[in-house]
T-cell receptor, first 114, second 113 residues
């Protein structure tokens, strides 16, 4: 089955710096890659996603890149703010007819220091 | 507004007791999922359902069961609670069209003593 590795497990940056979180996946059939943000004590929420036919997607201060050949994708946050502090999860969707599977990475705890 | 809710939000139980966690969504989504979240393990899939009367085992299904009798609800039952099942449990749902976009409930914090 699909395996998603996420690095680093913790990341600490100064406010205003950039943060990059990287994920690799194993199944070349995976075709959709969402990122979820989970603030302390809250539920995970989708913040950005990318499909396999796209190399990069941006939404204000966040962007996601995908390298299908290398089977890795990354989340980039620019001009970080304290409210970006959270756990971030990457995921990969592997199609299988009606039996698709969304596999999550183990998460990255991002701390933005004021 | 459509939403997904879980109850109870907090639960303390004793080893060996049967516990049922409720999940209710008003998105009219076909797909529903149960995850547990533990430090260092991220989100691990327990059971999932792609429609009424359909249920499937996830990676950590031992000791858990689900049933899907309607579109809105997917209750999770711990047959005989164990201390290893102390965790935060999240229910999620997604539509058939946007399978990878899952909407999560607020979570249930379960403590098994």
């Amino acid at each position: 089955g699909e395996n998603v590795e996420q690095h680093p497990s913790t990341l600490s940056v100064q406010e205003g710096d950039s943060a990059v979180i990287k994920c690799t996946y194993s199944d070349s059939a995976s075709n959709y890659f969402p990122w979820y943000k989970q603030e302390l004590g809250k539920r995970p929420q989708l913040i950005i996603d990318i499909r396999s036919n796209v190399g990069e997607k941006k939404d204000q201060r966040i962007a996601v890149t995908l390298n299908k050949t290398a089977k890795h994708f990354s989340l980039h946050i620019t001009e970080t703010q304290p409210e970006d502090s959270a756990v971030y999860f990457c995921a990969a969707l592997t199609p299988g007819g009606s039996n698709y599977k969304l596999t999550f990475g183990k998460g990255t705890l991002l701390t933005v220091n004021p | 507004d459509a939403e997904i809710t879980q109850s109870p939000r907090h639960k303390i139980t004793e080893t060996g007791r049967q516990v049922t966690l409720a999940c209710h969504q008003t998105w009219n989504h076909n797909n529903m999922f149960w995850y547990r979240q533990d430090l260092g393990h991220g989100l691990r899939l327990i059971h999932y359902s792609y429609g009424v009367q359909d249920t499937n085992k996830g990676e950590v299904s031992d000791g858990y069961s689900v049933s899907r009798s309607n579109t809105e609800d997917l209750p999770l039952t711990l047959e005989s609670a164990a201390s290893s099942q102390t965790s935060v449990y999240f229910c999620a749902s997604s539509s058939r069209a946007t399978r990878g976009t899952q909407y999560f409930g607020p979570g249930t914090r379960l403590l098994v003593l």
